[in-house]
Structure formats: C-alpha cells, structure tokens
C-alpha cells in the first residue's frame, strides 16, 4: 500500500529544475535593468529640477536688488528736523571708481571682489577663459527714521561676484560660487573726503561681507540694456566714454549657468564633439566632462534708474 502511494507522488526533474531557474535569472534581471533605467532616469530628473530651483532661488533674489537699482527715499516735510529727501551726497565715480555711486555697474569677465581696498575692481581677471563670470554692483537709497542723530538717509551697494571657495583651492573639482557683499555709505558731513563705503557693523549691522548663496556656478553674465532695448556696447562704466550711458540702463539681461553637482552623463563628450553652453552675446563654452551644466535667462527692468539719482 505505501508503495503504491510513493509511485504516485510526481516531483520536479533536474532538467525542469534548472529551466525554472534560468527563467527566474532572466525575470530578475529583466527587473533589475528596468529598475536601473527608473532609477537613473529619476537622479538625472531631480538633478535638472535641484539646478533649475536652486537658480530661481538665486534668480528671485537678483531681481529684487537689480530693480531697486537707483532708488531714493523721500521723507517728506516733517517736524523732526530731518531733511525732506536724500540729502547723502553723488559721487559720480569719474575720478574714483572705488568711490561710485552710479546705480548699476557691470563689470566683464572678473572673479573675486576687494571691497576694502581695491572696491569695485576685481581682484583676479580672467583673460584665458571666455567664460566666468560677470559681476555686478547695485546701488540704492533707504531710510531708517529711528536713527535720526546719526545718518537716517541711507544708501547701499550690493556686490553679486563669483570667485573660488577657500577650501577648494588647489583641488581638482574646484569650482565657483556666487557671493554676495553689503555695503553702507557713511557719510561725512563735515568732512566729505572722508566719506566712505564701509561695512562696519557697529554702523551697518545688516551689512555683510562675501557671504556664499549659491555654488557650482559656471557663467553669470549681465547685458545692460538702453531704452529702446539696444545693448550698450562697451559696457557703461565711471570714468570711461561710456558712463553717458550709465542713466539709460533700462534692463538687464542676466544667464546663470550652473553645473551640478555630481557626474550626469555616462562618458565624457567626444573632443570633436564637446558640449556647448551658449551665452546672451558671443560667449560659448565648451566642455567634455560627465557634468550637467543648465542655463537660467531672464530680464529685469532697473525701475528707477533716471538722470535725477
């Protein structure tokens, strides 16, 4: 009797065995590269959407300062012995570049930023590369009524400048950030030679010094536009032919190009073949390496520039 029931009893052959295992090894694999097509395909998604939020981010706050650009506050007939407007001297810059309170300056292809020494000049050009980076120095007018026996009228300059970080030098992945300084004008009534762009925070305590918003930045390029939308070429700058144009700058056209952060593209781009990234004007840069490098354009309207600053 249990004979017969152990002849009935049906098992797998070695052979059906090893044919179930051979599909199981080709539906996991199957599923594997599925999975690491997803998967690859969600990193290079989410690294486009990081570079593309992250330069809002930047963007959002440019276009705040650039259209404050020239801005002069009126207080108004008061019986607080403070001056109806602005009363904070106009240094045009024409002598002094350091010194300048035009409204908008843009200067070409420069890293770094001295605002102690050198103000505005850049501390390092870059004459190699037609890439990075522009920077550029906003000016513009407050008012703080409760600082009515010091300087109520206030004027500051915003510096958006890329340069390396400190403790990246030297390294292979070195690459730029975006800073940004603040800085107060003190003026010296009695003494108006005196007068200067500072940073002091027992003057300005909202003032600060080449603070880091955003790194991994590849291009930063500003074209100054005129009323009837025409780039002023060259550039407007104090103490040049071209300052005329420096209160008929209507817009600004800016490009951030970042890079991210980690490889995107499986192997290097061909030398005959590199990858572009194209700029407003002539400026093109090539590159054969695996990182993505995205592009941010936009144009902002310098609202209160006017010959009366």
């Known amino acids: 009797m249990i004979n017969k029931k152990q002849k009935n009893i049906n098992g797998f052959t070695l052979l059906e065995i090893l044919i179930g295992v051979v599909i199981s090894t080709i ?3 199957a599923i594997f590269t599925s999975y690491n097509v997803v998967n690859n395909s969600y990193s290079k998604v989410t ?3 990081s570079i593309s939020r992250s330069g809002r981010d930047i963007v959002t706050m440019m276009i705040r300062d650039i259209r ?8 108004g007939t008061n019986n607080l012995g ?13 002598d002094d570049i350091r010194k300048s309170h035009a409204p908008i300056i843009i200067r070409k292809n420069t890293l770094g930023y001295d605002h102690t020494g050198d103000g505005i ?10 890439l990075c980076c522009d920077s550029i120095h906003i000016v513009y007018g407050d008012f703080n009524q409760r600082d009515i026996g010091g300087q109520p009228y206030k004027r500051y300059r915003i510096s958006y400048f890329a340069d390396t970080r400190d403790d990246l030098a030297g390294k292979e992945d070195a690459y730029f950030s975006i800073f940004k300084t603040k800085e107060s004008w003190r003026q010296d009534f009695d003494n108006p030679e005196n007068s200067e762009w500072t940073t002091d925070e027992t003057f300005c305590p909202e003032c600060f010094v080449k603070e880091e918003v955003r790194s991994h930045i590849v291009d930063m390029e500003f074209i100054a536009n005129g009323e009837d ?5 060259p550039t407007p700058l104090p103490g040049t032919p071209s300052s005329e144009n420096l209160f008929n700058i209507r817009t600004i056209d800016a490009r951030l190009t ?3 952060k980690k490889h995107f593209f499986r192997s290097d781009a061909p030398i005959e073949r590199p990858r572009l990234v194209k700029g407003i004007g002539l400026r093109t840069g090539e ?17 209160n520039i006017g010959e009366n600053f």
Do not use: C, Q, W
């Open 287 to 303: 590159f054969t390496d695996k990182y993505l490098r995205d592009s941010i354009f936009v144009t902002i309207h310098t609202r």
């Open 47 to 49: 690294d486009r959407a």
């Open 27 to 29: 539906m996991m694999a």
């Open 258 to 260: 970042f890079r991210s």
């Open 68 to 75: 404050m650009a020239g801005f002069k506050h009126y207080f």
């Open 229 to 233: 939308g025409k780039r002023f070429f």
């Open 121 to 130: 000049v850049a501390v390092d050009t870059i004459d190699s590369s037609p």
């Open 82 to 94: 403070i001056p109806s407007k602005d009363n904070l001297d106009y240094i045009s810059g024409e």
